[in-house]
Every structure is written in structure tokens, then in C-alpha cells.
């Protein structure tokens, strides 16, 4: 299983992604700015998107997607994303004002997407040897993030989030967590800012990763565009004893 990062930046900019993952060629997690870096041939092997959260710079892919597919495809793109998540795209994006409703598109009988409501701890088969679990997370919005599991390995992506209890109960409850992509959007110095947008900075993530009963390596994403060097030093000061690196636009993370 391969997953690779088509955005992971907490902002836009010269080599500079929103947040976007590609799972095995066909599966996207969240579907920021990065999804516009896919060829079209790539676009059309995507057949779900699995969403976090409704902010845009995690989302606006899905509009740019949906229109370069029109006649493209047969088989409609499953976007799973919670509830709230997906009143938010129908009411607010996909409304025929702001973007076309491909949800309609070309008619009821065949759309181009079709909404699959998730609910919180929900385990969808990814074929047979894969499985995604979608869990809370605290952010401004209702949020989750998901879990990746094979027989043999397990990731864990939080998607946007902040200090929460939840998050490491339901990860210590994992059976294995080799690899956990988690966000650190803000160095130390903008921790308000931090709790007013529910955003990690690196020595709030330092405290936070006490409760972990894993001990998985670190993937940092989020870093808001002109700060990834002082996040990177802060934490190194911060996560001392933890492997760590900030994720790249690019990168490709492999699961047994």
C-alpha cells in the first residue's frame, strides 16, 4: 500500500499544496490544492474520496475534479465524509451558485459524485486487504481523521485538529500504529492563534503525544507557508525521543 502526498502545506505558494493524499493510485484522503497536480489519466483512476472536514483548502479539489471528469467516467466517485461535513458541500459549494451540484450531473440516475455519509468509528473495506476507520477529532468544524489499516500495518492521519483525549483513546485502542501523519500548523510563539483556529503548534504536540501509548513515527504536516523551518527547530526541541520528519509535497509513504 502506497500513499502519496499530493499536498500537505497549511497553505498555498510556489511548490506549496494544500492537503491531499493518494492512496494506491484510486483512493484520495482529502482533496486539497495538490489534486490539481494529477494528469487527467491519473484523475480518472480515483474511484473514492474520503474527507476530513469541510475547510476549504481541504476540499476544493473535489470541485476541479468533478468538472475535469465530466464524460471521463462511467462509474460515479464515492466522497465519504460525515454528516455535517456533507451538508456543508451541498449548501455551500456544490449548490449550482458557487459550483455546479455534480451530485446531479449529469442527472439524478448517474451522477458524477455520490455522497456517502460516515459516522465516527465507521470501518469501510477497502477491497481485501485494506480498511479505513474514520475518527473524531476536535477542530473548529466537526472533523475526523482515519485510520489505514492492513494485516500487516496500520497508519493513522488526523487531519486538522487540536489537544483532544479523544483522539489518543481511540489510538491506543488500535491493536499496532507504525506510522501517525499528524498537523502542527503554528510555531510556539502563535499558540492563541493556535487555540483559536484549533491548531497544533509543536510543543503543545510534545505534551499531547504523552498520552500515546504507541510509539509510531511522525509525519508533521499543516506547517503554515513561511514558518516549516522554525516548527522544524521547535520541534526537534519538542518531540526529543520521538522520529519525526515534516511531510513534502511529493513524498511516498509505503505500508507493508
Not at 489518543?168 to 499558540?191: C, G, H, K, M, Y
Request: proline share 4%; aromatic share 8%.
Amino acid at each position: 500500500m502506497r500513499i502519496k502526498v499530493l499536498g500537505c502545506s497549511g497553505g498555498v505558494g510556489p511548490g506549496l499544496r494544500t492537503t491531499g493524499l493518494l492512496l494506491d493510485e484510486e483512493i484520495l484522503i482529502d482533496a486539497g490544492t495538490g489534486v490539481g497536480d494529477l494528469t487527467l489519466a491519473q484523475q480518472t483512476r480515483i474511484r473514492e474520496v474520503f474527507l476530513t472536514h469541510c475547510h476549504l483548502d481541504h476540499v476544493c479539489g473535489l470541485a476541479f475534479l468533478a468538472d475535469n471528469l465530466f464524460d471521463h467516467i462511467e462509474q460515479p466517485i464515492l466522497v465519504h465524509a460525515t454528516r455535517e461535513t456533507l451538508q456543508v458541500l451541498r449548501e455551500h459549494l456544490f449548490n449550482w451558485h458557487l459550483w455546479p451540484d455534480f451530485s446531479q450531473l449529469p442527472d439524478a440516475q448517474r451522477p458524477l459524485l455520490r455522497w456517502q455519509e460516515l459516522a465516527a468509528e465507521e470501518v469501510i473495506e477497502l477491497g481485501e486487504e485494506r480498511r479505513i476507520t474514520a475518527f473524531r477529532v476536535r477542530h473548529t468544524v466537526p472533523a475526523v481523521g482515519y485510520a489505514i489499516q492492513t494485516a500487516r500495518s496500520c497508519l493513522a492521519f488526523t487531519g486538522d485538529t487540536y489537544a483532544d483525549d479523544g483522539l489518543w483513546t481511540f489510538l491506543n485502542r488500535l491493536p499496532r500504529l507504525d506510522s501517525l501523519i499528524i498537523e502542527v500548523s503554528f510555531p510556539d510563539q502563535e499558540a492563541a492563534l493556535g487555540y483559536a483556529s484549533k491548531h497544533l503548534t509543536p510543543e503543545l504536540l510534545g505534551r499531547e503525544l504523552r498520552k500515546l501509548e504507541h510509539r509510531p513515527r511522525l509525519y508533521l504536516t499543516h506547517a503554515k507557508p513561511g514558518s516549516e523551518s522554525q516548527i522544524e527547530r521547535q520541534c526537534r526541541q519538542a518531540l526529543k525521543g520521538w522520529q519525526f520528519e515534516l511531510l513534502k509535497r511529493g513524498d511516498t509513504l509505503s505500508l507493508a
